[in-house]
């Protein structure tokens, strides 16, 4: 199955950090991990992405584990704004498999 | 703003009738994607198109479904003889291809299809 797996939702009070979980536990040596996060009635758009190593950019962390069956996107400090439906994805094939993803709620 | 546009952004219609959706992606990318999703789920993949060249059809795209890009600019998804179970919103996204880079997918607002 190419999907990945995490979990239905998650809350975190604003300013804090937040850790998305994903399995991934049928990666292939190659594939690509994507995580892509969708605001109430916007289309996805992409947050980051990892092959091996860790990953950084202005939006956020990815935390690869060293046997690539698992991942964790990092939110340093949630706000508002970030609520959302975080989705870790594979690309299989030539395309993208969305699972259902994380509801991730903020709290003020 | 140049980013994808979709149109209509909002369809309601009969079972049985005919309906079609238009997706117009940014300007310099050649690689065009449809994806459909339900309430509460991820999008599904439907098709993509490198410039006008359809290269991949899911399974969930039955006979009542098609989608053209004939010039590799803007693109349409035609739906025959609704269904309700068509009911969803139905997303395009698109994507540069340059090779040896990621290759991030920019996706439009969406189109959602009512079917009563």
């Known amino acids: 199955d190419a999907k990945t797996t995490q979990p239905n939702s998650m809350e975190s009070n604003e300013e804090e950090p937040v850790h998305l979980p994903c399995n991934h536990s049928?990666?292939?040596?190659?594939?690509?991990i994507h995580w892509y996060r969708q605001l109430p009635s916007q289309g996805p758009e992409y947050v980051i992405h990892?092959?091996?190593s860790n990953v950084n950019n202005r939006m956020a962390s990815l935390a690869i584990a060293e046997d690539r069956k698992s991942s964790t996107l990092i939110l340093h400090r949630a706000t508002l704004r970030d609520a959302a439906v975080y989705y870790c994805?594979?690309?299989?094939?030539?395309?993208?498999?969305f699972g259902p993803g994380t509801r991730l709620s903020v709290l003020p | 703003d140049t980013g994808v546009s979709q149109d209509p952004r909002h369809k309601i219609t009969k079972r049985g009738q005919n309906v079609t959706f238009r997706c117009d992606p940014i300007?310099?990318?050649?690689?065009l994607y449809w994806y459909r999703q339900t309430l509460g789920q991820g999008p599904e993949f439907l098709t993509y198109?490198?410039?006008?060249?359809?290269?991949?059809k899911s399974r969930l795209l039955s006979d009542r479904f098609s989608a053209e890009r004939p010039k590799g600019s803007f693109s349409t998804l035609e739906i025959q003889r609704t269904e309700q179970g068509d009911s969803a919103m139905y997303l395009c996204?698109?994507?540069?291809?340059?090779?040896?880079?990621?290759?991030?997918?920019?996706f439009g607002p969406g189109t959602r299809l009512t079917v009563l």
């Open positions: 198109f490198q410039n006008e060249a359809q290269l991949e």
């Open positions: 996204a698109s994507s540069p291809t340059v090779s040896g880079v990621y290759n991030e997918q920019f």
């Open positions: 049928t990666i292939s040596g190659t594939d690509y």
């Open positions: 300007s310099e990318h050649n690689r």
């Open positions: 990892g092959l091996t």
């Open positions: 994805i594979r690309f299989y094939g030539q395309n993208f498999v």
